[in-house]
C-alpha cells in the first residue's frame, strides 16, 4: 500500500453564518496577554497533532489486518507492531484533543468574561430612557445566553468546524491514492450530500428556535414582575389571574418547542439515512474490488473504518452546526445591545466638575420626555450654594423630573443646567454624579447586607465610617439590636426592613458619599407621621451646609426652605418663602389649607401658618 501526503484545506465550511467569528477574533488574540495568546498557539498546536494522528488510526488498523491474511501470517512480528502504533495512535489522539481543551480554556473564559463586563458596563452607561421601556427579566436573559453563546462558538468554530474540514480533505486524499476513485468520490459525496442537508433543514428550523427564545423570554418577565410584585397580588387575590397569563406565555412557548423538537427529528433521521446510504454504497463497492482482486481485506477494513470514523465529527457536525446558529441568535441578541447608542454621552472634551459650593442655576430649561408632550417649560431657579430650595406641585407637574435633569438622566431639550457656573452638558457624567446625593421616596435596597447598602455609598469605606455614617442616620442602635447586626441581610429590594429603617439606611449611605449637593426626592411622603417627624430631623442635620433641593408632598416639610417653587403644568407659577406664599393666597395657600384640614385641624393663615409649621 502506499499513501502520498497532500495536504489541502477545504473552506467551504466557512460560509454562511459565520460572518458573526471576526468580531470575536480580538477576544481569542487578546491585546496586552501575551500568556493567552501563547495558549491559543499551544491550542491550536495540539488540534492540529490531534487530526493528524486521528487520520492515521485506520491506515495503522487496515495494515495490521491484510499482514494478518493467510498469505502473511508467518509474519507475526510486524502485526504486533502495527497493533501497538494503532493503540498509541488512539491514545496519542485523545490525549492532544485533552491538552488542546485544558489549555485554551483559560482564553476561552477569559474571553466571556470581558464581554460579560463590557456588556454590562454598556447597560450601566444607557440612558434611563432606554432602561425604563426596556423589560429587567429580558436583559438578563439576554445576557445570559449570549455570553454562554459565546463559549460555545468559540469552542466550536475552532475545535470542530476547521479541524472537521481538514480532517475530511485528508481522509479524501488518503482513500484516493490508497484504494480507488470512485471509494474516494461516494464518500465525498455522502458529506458533502449530508452537509448540505444538515445546512438546508437547520436554516429552515431557525425560526421555531427564534420563536421559543421569544415565547421564553415573554414567560419569563411575566414570571419576574409577578414574583417582585408578591404582596400586590396578595393584596387583590389574584394569583389565579397571574398563573393564567403565565400559562398563557407557556402554551406559546410549548408550541414553539413541539416544532423544534418535530424538525430536530426530521433532521436526525435524515442525517443517518444519508450515513447509512453511503455506508452501504462504499462497503459494496469495497466487497466488489475484493472478488475483483483490485483490493484486500485491509482496504475493505480501512474504507469502512473511514467512514465510520468520519461519521463521529459528521455526526457532531450537525450538532455543532445547529447549535452555532442558535449561537448566533443569542449573540445576535447581546451584541444588540452593544449597538444600542448612549442617548446620554459625555462630550469629547468634557472636563470633571470643579465644585465650588455647589450653586444650582436652571436657565430657561424645556423638557419633555416625549417630544409631542412638553412637561417643563421655562423653568428658571438658582438655589445659591448652601440653601434650600423646594419644590412643591401637583402630581405630573415635572416635579422629579427636575432631579432627573440635574443627575443628567436626560438631556434638556431647551436651557441649561448649571453647577457653579458649568453646564452639566460639559462635564463628565461620573464627576457630576459623585458631587449629587439623593435620598429617594422609595428606597430600593440591594438583597445583601445592611452593612452593604450603606457602604454602597462609598464602597471603600473603612468599617468605621460606614459605624459613623449609621450613628448619624440614628440607625446604628436599630443595627446592632439585631441577631446579626450589621450583617443582617435586608432581603429583595430590602422588604425585610419597615419603611422608616429603609430611609434610614439610604441617609446613611448619602452621609457617607458626602455630597456637595443634596436632592430629597419625597424623602418622607410614604411614612406615617411619627416616622416622619423622626426621619425630619435626620434630614435637616444631612442638609446643613449643603446645596439642597427637595421635592416635597408634605408641605410641612419645607416651610423652613430659603425659597419654595410652585411647578403647575410644567411651568413655575409661584415662588418665594413659606409666609410669602401663604399670603400670597395662591395655589400654595390653598395646598396648604387642603393638607392641614386633611390632618384634622382647622388651617391657619398668614404668620399663625407659619409659626404652626415650624418643627419643634
Known amino acids: 500500500m502506499?499513501?502520498?501526503?497532500?495536504?489541502?484545506?477545504?473552506?467551504?465550511?466557512?460560509?454562511?453564518?459565520?460572518?458573526?467569528?471576526?468580531?470575536?477574533?480580538?477576544?481569542?488574540?487578546?491585546?496586552?496577554?501575551?500568556?493567552?495568546?501563547?495558549?491559543?498557539?499551544?491550542?491550536?498546536?495540539?488540534?492540529?497533532?490531534?487530526?493528524?494522528?486521528?487520520?492515521?488510526?485506520?491506515?495503522?488498523?487496515?495494515?495490521?489486518?491484510?499482514?494478518?491474511?493467510?498469505?502473511?501470517?508467518?509474519l507475526i512480528a510486524v502485526p504486533v507492531a502495527l497493533i501497538l502504533a494503532y493503540g498509541a495512535a488512539r491514545v496519542l489522539s485523545l490525549a492532544?484533543?485533552?491538552?488542546?481543551?485544558?489549555?485554551?480554556?483559560?482564553?476561552?473564559?477569559?474571553?466571556?468574561?470581558?464581554?460579560?463586563?463590557?456588556?454590562?458596563?454598556?447597560?450601566?452607561?444607557?440612558?434611563?430612557?432606554?432602561?425604563?421601556?426596556?423589560?429587567?427579566?429580558?436583559?438578563?436573559?439576554?445576557?445570559?445566553?449570549?455570553?454562554?453563546?459565546?463559549?460555545?462558538?468559540?469552542?466550536?468554530?475552532?475545535?470542530?468546524?476547521?479541524?472537521?474540514?481538514?480532517?475530511?480533505?485528508?481522509?479524501?486524499?488518503?482513500?484516493?491514492?490508497?484504494?480507488?476513485?470512485?471509494?474516494?468520490?461516494?464518500?465525498?459525496?455522502t458529506v458533502v450530500l449530508y452537509i448540505a442537508y444538515t445546512l438546508v433543514v437547520t436554516e429552515w428550523r431557525i425560526k421555531f428556535r427564534r420563536r421559543m427564545n421569544e415565547e421564553e423570554g415573554q414567560a419569563s418577565n411575566k414570571?419576574?414582575?409577578?414574583?417582585?410584585?408578591?404582596?400586590?397580588?396578595?393584596y387583590?387575590?389574584?394569583?389565579?389571574?397571574?398563573?393564567?397569563?403565565?400559562?398563557?406565555?407557556?402554551?406559546?412557548?410549548?408550541?414553539?418547542?413541539?416544532?423544534?423538537?418535530?424538525?430536530?427529528?426530521?433532521?436526525?433521521?435524515?442525517?443517518?439515512?444519508?450515513?447509512?446510504?453511503?455506508?452501504?454504497?462504499?462497503?459494496?463497492?469495497?466487497?466488489?474490488?475484493?472478488v475483483a482482486g483490485t483490493m484486500t481485506i485491509g482496504g475493505f477494513v480501512l474504507a469502512n473504518t473511514y467512514l465510520m470514523?468520519?461519521?463521529?465529527?459528521?455526526n457532531v457536525f450537525g450538532f455543532i452546526y445547529r447549535e452555532i446558529k442558535q449561537a448566533l441568535i443569542d449573540i445576535e441578541e447581546m451584541f444588540g445591545l452593544l449597538d444600542e447608542s448612549d442617548e446620554i454621552a459625555d462630550a469629547p472634551a468634557a472636563r470633571d466638575l470643579a465644585v465650588d459650593g455647589g450653586r444650582i442655576e436652571f436657565d430657561g430649561v424645556a423638557f419633555g420626555y416625549d417630544p409631542r408632550?412638553?412637561?417643563?417649560?421655562?423653568?428658571?431657579?438658582?438655589?445659591?450654594?448652601?440653601?434650600?430650595?423646594a419644590i412643591v406641585g401637583p402630581s405630573g407637574a415635572g416635579k422629579s423630573t427636575v432631579s432627573r435633569l440635574l443627575f443628567r438622566f436626560y438631556e434638556v431639550d431647551g436651557g441649561a443646567v448649571r453647577i457653579d457656573g458649568q453646564d452639566v452638558r460639559a462635564i463628565t457624567k461620573s464627576s457630576l454624579r459623585a458631587a449629587i446625593g439623593i435620598v429617594p421616596q422609595d428606597t430600593?435596597?440591594?438583597?445583601?447586607?445592611?452593612?452593604?447598602?450603606?457602604?454602597?455609598?462609598?464602597?471603600?469605606?473603612?468599617?468605621?465610617?460606614?459605624?459613623?455614617?449609621?450613628?448619624?442616620?440614628?440607625?446604628?442602635?436599630?443595627?446592632?439590636?439585631?441577631?446579626?447586626?450589621?450583617?443582617?441581610?435586608?432581603?429583595?429590594?430590602?422588604?425585610?426592613?419597615?419603611g422608616g429603617e429603609k430611609q434610614r439606611v439610604s441617609i446613611a449611605r448619602t452621609v457617607l458619599k458626602d455630597p456637595s449637593i443634596l436632592i430629597l426626592d419625597e424623602a418622607t411622603s410614604a411614612l406615617d407621621s411619627a416616622t416622619e417627624r423622626e426621619i425630619q430631623q435626620n434630614l435637616r442635620e444631612l442638609a446643613r451646609g449643603r446645596t439642597t433641593l427637595s421635592i416635597a408632598h408634605r408641605?410641612?416639610?419645607?416651610?423652613?426652605?430659603?425659597?419654595?417653587?410652585?411647578?403647575?403644568?410644567?411651568?413655575?407659577?409661584?415662588?418665594?418663602?413659606?409666609?410669602?406664599?401663604?399670603?400670597?393666597?395662591?395655589?400654595?395657600?390653598?395646598?396648604?389649607?387642603?393638607?392641614?384640614e386633611s390632618n384634622g385641624g382647622v388651617a391657619p393663615t398668614g404668620a399663625a401658618a407659619n409659626e404652626a409649621a415650624q418643627p419643634s
Not at 20 to 45: F, I, T
Not at 224 to 234: Q, R
Not at 472 to 497: C, M, N, Q, W
Open 2 to 74: 502506499k499513501y502520498r501526503s497532500n495536504h489541502a484545506v477545504s473552506r467551504e465550511s466557512a460560509t454562511g453564518g459565520w460572518g458573526a467569528l471576526p468580531s470575536l477574533l480580538p477576544y481569542l488574540w487578546p491585546r496586552g496577554a501575551p500568556s493567552l495568546r501563547v495558549r491559543v498557539v499551544l491550542a491550536m498546536a495540539m488540534l492540529l497533532a490531534a487530526r493528524g494522528v486521528s487520520v492515521y488510526i485506520p491506515v495503522f488498523y487496515a495494515r495490521a489486518v491484510d499482514v494478518l491474511s493467510p498469505d502473511d501470517i508467518g
Open 96 to 189: 492532544f484533543n485533552e491538552a488542546r481543551d485544558a489549555i485554551f480554556v483559560n482564553v476561552a473564559e477569559r474571553a466571556i468574561r470581558t464581554i460579560a463586563l463590557q456588556v454590562f458596563r454598556h447597560l450601566h452607561a444607557l440612558s434611563l430612557r432606554f432602561h425604563l421601556g426596556r423589560q429587567t427579566g429580558r436583559l438578563s436573559q439576554a445576557l445570559d445566553r449570549g455570553t454562554r453563546a459565546i463559549s460555545l462558538l468559540l469552542r466550536f468554530s475552532l475545535f470542530s468546524i476547521i479541524p472537521t474540514a481538514v480532517e475530511l480533505v485528508l481522509v479524501f486524499v488518503i482513500l484516493w491514492n490508497m484504494l480507488d476513485a470512485v471509494i474516494a468520490l461516494t464518500t465525498m459525496a
Open 223 to 234: 414570571s419576574i414582575d409577578s414574583l417582585l410584585n408578591f404582596e400586590t397580588v396578595k
Open 236 to 290: 387583590f387575590g389574584n394569583e389565579a389571574h397571574e398563573a393564567r397569563r403565565l400559562d398563557e406565555a407557556l402554551q406559546g412557548y410549548e408550541r414553539a418547542a413541539v416544532m423544534n423538537q418535530v424538525s430536530l427529528s426530521l433532521l436526525n433521521v435524515g442525517q443517518a439515512a444519508i450515513i447509512a446510504v453511503g455506508l452501504t454504497a462504499v462497503m459494496l463497492l469495497s466487497a466488489y474490488g475484493i
Open 309 to 314: 470514523q468520519l461519521y463521529q465529527p459528521l
Open 373 to 389: 408632550r412638553p412637561l417643563l417649560e421655562d423653568v428658571s431657579f438658582t438655589v445659591p450654594a448652601g440653601s434650600t430650595l
Open 444 to 498: 430600593v435596597l440591594f438583597n445583601d447586607t445592611i452593612y452593604y447598602n450603606i457602604a454602597y455609598g462609598r464602597p471603600e469605606a473603612t468599617p468605621a465610617e460606614v459605624e459613623r455614617a449609621a450613628r448619624l442616620a440614628r440607625i446604628h442602635d436599630f443595627i446592632v439590636s439585631t441577631p446579626d447586626g450589621y450583617r443582617t441581610v435586608v432581603g429583595e429590594r430590602g422588604l425585610k426592613l419597615s
Open 555 to 596: 408641605l410641612s416639610t419645607i416651610v423652613d426652605a430659603q425659597e419654595i417653587l410652585v411647578l403647575d403644568a410644567g411651568r413655575i407659577a409661584e415662588r418665594g418663602r413659606h409666609d410669602e406664599l401663604i399670603a400670597l393666597d395662591g395655589t400654595y395657600a390653598d395646598m396648604w389649607r387642603r393638607q392641614q
